[in-house]
Nanobody, 127 residues
Framework: QVQLVESGGGLVQAGGSLRLSCAAS????????MGWFRQAPGKEREFVAA????????YCVDSVKGRFTISRDNAKNTMSLQMNSVNTEDTAVYYC????????????????????WGQGIQVTVSS
């Protein structure tokens, strides 16, 4: 079992920055590929960014490329999402997710591929 807890959400003005963190406990996080998803009101949950268990490979959805950066610190069992130049379309509940990965450089983009989820944290971008 892995427990995931997000932090760092809140209200931010358009054009500003926010940093989300995901703290993992229960297992050594270095065995897990991880990712961020988000769900806006009235919309389905969507993929945002993913990172391999080594941290060596990352991938972001086109809508956040160049603005969001995913990273991880396996020594601290944490993953982060640095969000820059946010806009109102980034308003959503953000979830971190994890899954065991047999390959150190694999990442996963489908929500169904993840086993463990955080409770979610609200990010609201005001215009």
């Amino acid at each position: 079992q892995v427990q995931l807890v997000e932090s760092g959400g809140g209200l931010v003005q358009a054009g500003g920055s926010l940093r989300l963190s995901c703290a993992a406990s229960g297992r050594t996080v270095s065995r897990y590929a991880m990712g961020w998803f988000r769900q806006a009101p009235g919309k389905e949950r969507e993929f945002v960014a993913a990172i391999s268990r080594s941290g060596g490979r990352t991938y972001c959805v086109d809508s956040v490329k160049g603005r969001f950066t995913i990273s991880r610190d396996n020594a601290k069992n944490t993953m982060s999402l640095q969000m820059n130049s946010v806009n109102t379309e980034d308003t959503a509940v953000y979830y971190c997710a994890a899954r065991l990965s047999p390959y150190s450089e694999s990442y996963y983009v489908a929500s169904g591929e993840y086993t463990y989820w955080g409770q979610g944290i609200q990010v609201t971008v005001s215009s």
